[in-house]
């Protein structure tokens, strides 16, 4: 442990930065696999099973933002298909970040803070949430705190390669999502503080400038399919105040110790590591406010604003805590023999930290830690079902559990479909016209109603004219059997009330003769 405590050593700096990343790594595998999806996670499913030229098509319709993710899972998932590998590339993200904070807190101060900062990020419940998520949001967190280590390292080193690794890793992170760019404001302001010579600001404006023209065709493209975050509301204090508290470490003694030692950070920052270096405080106060209350403050005009487009920022605020206990520990009177005991006690509140936030941890592996449930939704059509079952979704959002898990619904037929996801470049596919639809209908003895999860609530109501037209008909010809519920939706049998409709031909009954599906074993992906 006394390497622990000295700047020096390379074996003191290189654990200081490969410990943290092996807990996050750790704790990352620790229940990734659920046995559920949420759909998020069955979008990232939907668009990287399809080819190249569908995804391309699907990006120029909806989700470009979200491209070069999809583009990296089309390439991974066949490799081995299943929950694991769909959240794997997030694990190694948050391992790889947990690697670069605690990097950044040793080359900024010395190794024993960037152990602690590592530990920290490694082993927060916000870390935890995205390295078990099937998005591209850790990948995005390590980005920005690759770029932010990178502009640290060429402030200490300018030179043309070294602004150029900044651009590629800013631009590259960007591309992942692209509100990773709000990481160039915020070096911005961390170059004014640290007032680095006018050399060092050109490189770093070419840089960034290049970085920003690069995400040009990207902004024009996203720009035309923004109604994809037109559910986003505005966000007032309860939103930024409940962005706090996860990026604290929760409630109680941990958020005030939080908040307690990144205002002794800000007060009484710990001595640089090297004379012309940027500082800690520097460095990661305006990485972790910057870029939320950019967002936050833009939402009042235009909603954007979610937690998990924050995230990237989060690196910044265990970098601030642990300055805030280095510079308490490094001005406290010791004698030499205890130089151990520091970095022992610092571990040992960080161990206390994880412990008081297990249950936490636990429960964001449960099957409710997210908004969807997919997989119990998926098992519960998969039991009801039979083959050639005729099958309608309200609204047609419902056929992610299609793709995400097509062995539960494996040879039914698609009441409404007129034109796949993957042929008509969107997410759920396209439905018939409202009249076709009744046509389709009229002659249905029977048929099994899947509502997604606002539909499956009351006062929910149809937003376009052919859910109108399922509605419409389901209580003017059909009447409801039975019927099973789950936290993400609602299954429902109906029959066909008087018999078929005028001038239709006899129809028999979809399940009358069927066969059970071919897939009985339900599967977690195609």
Known sequence: MSLITHPGPARARALAVAVPGAVALVLGLWGLDRGTMWRDEAATVMAASRSLPQLWHLLGTIDAVHGLYYLLMHFLLPLYPGEVLLRLPSVCGAAAAACLVAALGTRLVRPRT????????????????????????????????????????????????????????????????????????????????????????????????????????????????????????????????????????????????????????????????????????????????????????????????????????????????????????????????????????????????????????????????????????????????NYGDPLLYVPKTGRKYAEAYPASVAGTRDVSLLSSGARSGTLYGRDVPAAELRARMACLPRLWVYFDAEAARPGWHARTRTDAAKLDVLRQDFRPVRQDRRQSGMVRLYERVGGAAPGCSAAPDASEGARKSPYPTLQPMG
């Open 114 to 385: 960037g152990l602690w900062a590592g530990l920290l990020y490694a082993v927060s419940p916000f870390t935890q949430y995205y390295a078990q998520e099937g998005r591209s949001y850790a990948l995005v967190a390590a980005g920005a705190a690759a770029a932010t280590l990178l502009c640290v390292r060429a402030v200490r080193e300018p030179s043309g390669r070294a602004w150029a690794a900044y651009a590629v890793a800013v631009a590259l992170t960007a591309w992942l999502h692209e509100f990773a760019v709000l990481v160039i404001p915020a070096h911005a302001v961390t170059l004014a503080v640290t007032r680095v010579p006018v050399r060092v600001w050109r490189g770093w404006a070419g840089a960034a400038a290049a970085a920003a023209v690069s995400l040009l065709p990207l902004a024009l493209v996203t720009r035309g399919q923004s109604a994809q975050v037109g559910w986003i509301r505005r966000p007032g204090r309860a939103d930024a105040e409940a962005l706090l508290r996860m990026a604290a470490g929760g409630h109680g003694l941990l958020y005030a110790a939080t908040l307690a030692l990144v205002a002794v950070a800000v007060s009484r920052p710990p001595a640089r590591a090297a004379n012309g270096a940027c500082g800690i405080v520097a460095t990661a106060l305006p990485l972790a406010l910057l870029s939320p209350l950019t967002l936050l403050a833009l939402s009042q005009w235009h909603p954007l604003y979610a937690p998990r487009y924050a995230f990237f920022a989060f690196a910044g605020v265990p970098l601030l805590v642990a300055a805030g206990a280095e510079a308490l520990v490094s001005r406290m009177p010791r004698p030499a023999p205890a130089a151990t005991a520091p970095a022992l006690a610092g571990l040992g509140l960080i161990a206390v930290a994880f412990l008081a936030q297990l249950p936490l941890q636990e429960h964001q592996r449960s099957t409710h830690a997210r908004r969807d449930d997919l997989g119990s939704v998926a098992r519960m059509l998969s039991r009801r079902l």
